[in-house]
């Protein structure tokens, strides 16, 4: 297999990765939180290069970290944690640059790392995409239909006898393996974009959070596949590629959402 | 089996001397009542009196710091939590969240069905019968951020009642209710009492306690009364619990200024 089929496969697998996990990243309305955690996965990188591991693992616990000062500050809500996130968005990202300009000599790219470089990715890479994706379908096939309750309604879901919390620290271990798994296909800054558009563009499109699981995806891996495809008939960046592909499914499903609306009143 | 003449249902809540507290601070405290299945139990007295306090202990959200309770005659637990439903106070659900009511409602049978699981049919029929029970089965499908906001109140009652519950719990269930929504909540009340539910809810409105309740439990921090309505809600009490709150009594209903249910 060539270095481009093995792009494709890691893109598949991240775009389905991307748009299972998204879909409750969108409904829980904590997008800019997943923006912070993909630059948080930064300083991380840059000191498992220094200390000479692997530097996914490295991401890993950075954003655990990061995850684990959120929850400690409070709960990881919606509108207020939306400064905090942005705080640590930028702080965590200077902190990697600072890093980064303190040990020149490191083997990592900045560029690659934030912008990814899938046409480089090597199998481990692909299984780690791949661990993630099924480790994400085995939990929502346990747990899916309590994630979007708790996600919906979370006091309903405790009065109900429910553990809220256990739910939030699972989508928030579910959100961090995503961002991981996507670094090294579309980078730190575009992870965002296969976590964020699909699934943006299928609840557009759809009116069930259960179809979206199904739809959101799909239009994930169409964004990587139709991105790199373009990237490579154009020579241009592939992360950049599937980005922009991934904010033009957007705005396609959200004209289909006006036409539909408009032809309905 | 036919209890026109109520006394002879069994005892579904006994607190006697019972406590609550939230760490150190005693919210709610000297609580002794009883009541029986199939009745109605009206939790009144000013804001911040110990209301909802009373339905979180009940629960089991908050401990019993003192006293005993008794819930279908065993000490509250996991067996006790399963036969309660619960109504919060009107939730703000975000409107643009992609679920029909029919699956809000399905959300009351997922401790029944347990993780896995897809729904049953008997689920699918609890359900059913759930929405029918509020009246709201013409709009099973309709996604439920687009409900008013009496139904959405009427479609959460659904779901706590397609758990099956043999005490229902309602935290200011008629707040914000227009007429015709307040008279469909009313009348399932009725409806669940008859089946043999016991209803526990909190309200600010005299007038509707009186309309479905058989006890009244009047507190302001503490226990002031409790027994029948006619007991319970005279001038003397009602100023006891009010207290520094002007309270007018006629034949009807009660008015007890500034607490329009905020």
């Not at chain 1, 303190?102 to 791949?130: K, R, T």
């Not at chain 1, 553990?163 to 670094?183: C, F, I, K, P, S």
């Not at chain 1, 499914?249 to 309905?264: C, W």
């Amino acid at each position: 297999m060539s270095y481009l089929d093995r792009a494709m496969i890691v893109l598949t697998l991240v775009g389905a990765l991307s748009g299972l996990v998204g879909t409750f990243v969108v409904l829980r309305r904590r997008v800019l939180f997943a923006q912070a955690l993909t630059h948080a996965t930064f300083p991380g990188a840059v000191l498992a290069a220094v200390a000479g591991v692997n530097i996914q693992i490295g991401a890993a616990i950075a954003s655990l970290v990061l995850v684990g000062g959120l929850a400690l500050l409070g709960r990881v809500r919606g509108q207020g944690t939306q400064a905090a996130s942005g705080v640590m968005l930028t702080a965590g990202f200077a902190f990697g640059v600072l890093l980064q300009a303190l040990n020149p000599n490191i083997p990592i790219h900045v560029d690659s790392f934030l912008f990814g470089s899938v046409l480089a990715s090597s199998w481990n890479d692909a299984l780690f995409a791949g661990i993630a994706l099924a480790v994400t379908v085995v939990v929502l096939l346990i747990a899916g239909k309590q994630l979007i309750f708790a996600v919906f309604d979370p006091r309903g879901y405790r009065a109900a006898g429910f553990n809220e919390r256990g739910m939030d620290v699972v989508l928030l271990l579910l959100t961090t393996l995503t961002v991981v798994a996507a670094l090294p296909a579309v980078g730190a800054i575009l992870a965002i974009s296969l976590i964020a558009a699909p699934p943006a563009a299928a609840r557009l499109l759809t009116s069930k959070a259960t179809t979206m699981l199904f739809v959101a995806p799909a239009l994930g891996v169409t964004a990587g596949l139709l991105g790199l495809t373009i990237s490579r008939l154009w020579a241009v960046s592939a992360g950049a590629s599937v980005a922009l592909v991934a904010a033009g499914i957007f705005l396609v499903a959200l004209g289909i959402n006006r036409v539909r609306s408009g032809a309905r009143s | 089996m036919n209890f026109v003449n109520t006394p002879a249902t069994p005892v579904a809540l006994e607190l006697i001397g019972a406590a609550f507290s939230y760490g150190h601070d005693v919210a709610l405290d000297e609580v002794t009542l009883s009541v029986h299945e199939g009745e109605a139990l009206a939790l009144i007295g000013p804001n911040g009196s110990g209301k909802s306090t009373f339905l979180k202990g009940v629960l089991g959200l908050l401990p019993v710091t003192a006293g005993t309770m008794e819930i279908f005659g065993a000490v509250r637990g996991p067996d006790t939590a399963r036969s309660l439903g619960y109504l919060p106070q009107s939730d703000e659900v975000d409107p643009e969240f992609p679920v029909s009511l029919e699956q809000v409602v399905m959300m009351g049978r997922y401790r029944r069905m347990g993780w896995w699981r897809l729904p049953a049919r008997a689920d699918r029929a609890a359900v059913a019968e759930a929405l029918r029970l509020t009246g709201l089965t013409t709009l099973a499908k309709k996604r439920f951020g687009l409900l008013s906001g009496g139904q959405q109140q009427r479609g959460l009652l659904a779901r706590a009642l397609a758990a099956n519950p043999r005490m229902l719990l309602l935290d200011e269930p008629f707040n914000g209710l227009d007429q015709p929504n307040r008279e469909a909540l009313v009348e399932t009340i009725r409806v669940l009492k008859g089946e043999g539910v016991t209803v526990l809810l909190t309200t600010h409105d005299l007038a509707l306690a009186r309309e479905v309740c058989d006890k009244v439990l009047l507190v302001n921090g503490t226990q002031i009364a409790f027994g029948s309505l006619a007991d319970v809600l005279t001038l003397q009490n009602l100023q006891a619990a009010f207290s520094g709150f002007q309270v007018e009594v006629d034949e009807h209903s009660v008015v007890l200024p500034g607490h329009d249910g905020h």
